[in-house]
């Protein structure tokens, strides 16, 4: 990444009490022009957003000039990779909505999770990756014919958490139109190296997610309240080739000051050298 660094906004926080566009455009007042919308009913959902309600959505993207990077959604509430046939059903119905809603407001990209297993008892990997791809199967070409595309992300719930794997999974399947978002926080927290992990993706890289979290405990906080090494964030970006936006998945009772502290700290950094290692 040369230069400034670009920050883009993702509304995990807000979709609880706020509209997505409304959500946008007041991030818009301030600077910011790439989005990463959640899905949640009363935030952005296919069922509640008719055919003039998205094209009003498409039109005010490109009316600001902003750029609707991906369209997220809570991954706890879906799994492809159920062992159960009626929840992967569910989920991949559900996701085709997210496909087509996305494609329609112009996204790049939709980002997915890989599925996740029981944490007790775990079905093989065998089986829980052929019930993913399977989902990217018949998900690929709904993308295809929306005009966006599938994003698989890095997750540490997941039956496949750490970069290499998933890589593994995907040029298996031999989709090239299939990308990865890496989160450095999901990626930190399984103790997986960041330069390491973005070396393994580079090929399908499309987005990076930034949040902080501690090793202790999972989360998706302001930047500098966890341990994650943002120092060497510049140094790894630059080396890894990525030169896009950092999309900050901040999750925070406070969201408006989490999200401006985060950008404050992440500017403060040097843009020029560093190095980014795993704390001890």
């Not at 791809?133 to 709904?142: F, G, K, Q, S």
């Not at 890095?154 to 090239?176: C, Y």
């Amino acid at each position: 990444m040369t230069g400034e660094p670009r920050f883009g906004i993702n509304t995990y926080s807000y979709m609880l009490q706020e509209d997505a566009l409304g959500c946008v455009l007041r991030w818009a007042e301030r600077g910011f022009r790439d989005f990463e919308i959640m899905m949640h009913p009363g935030h952005l959902w296919p069922d509640e957003t008719g055919g003039a309600q998205r094209m009003k959505i498409r039109r005010a993207f490109e009316e600001s000039a902003l750029r609707l990077v991906t369209i997220n959604m809570p991954n706890v509430d879906l799994n492809v990779a159920g062992t159960t046939a009626e929840m992967r059903a569910y989920s991949l119905v559900m996701l085709e909505k997210f496909v087509q809603l996305a494609g329609d407001l112009g996204a790049a990209g939709v980002v997915v999770g890989p599925g996740k297993p029981n944490p007790l008892m775990p079905a093989p990997r065998e089986r829980l990756t052929s019930y993913f791809l399977a989902a990217l199967d018949r998900l690929a070409p709904v993308a295809a014919r929306s005009g966006t595309a599938l994003w698989v992300e890095n997750m540490p719930f997941s039956f496949l958490p750490d970069a290499s794997s998933i890589m593994s999974v995907l040029d298996g399947h031999g989709d090239p139109t299939i990308g990865i978002v890496y989160d450095l926080a999901n990626g930190y927290f399984i103790r997986e190296e960041p330069q390491a992990g973005l070396k393994a993706v580079k090929s399908r890289l499309k987005l990076v997610h930034i949040s902080d979290t501690p090793l202790a405990a999972y989360r998706h906080s302001a930047i500098g309240t966890g341990t994650l090494p943002v120092a060497g964030v510049p140094h790894l970006l630059r080396n890894s080739g990525y030169d896009d936006v950092l999309m900050l998945e901040i999750v925070s009772g406070e969201p408006d000051a989490a999200i401006l502290k985060s950008c404050e700290r992440l500017k403060k950094l040097n843009w020029r050298s560093g190095a980014m290692r795993l704390a001890s």
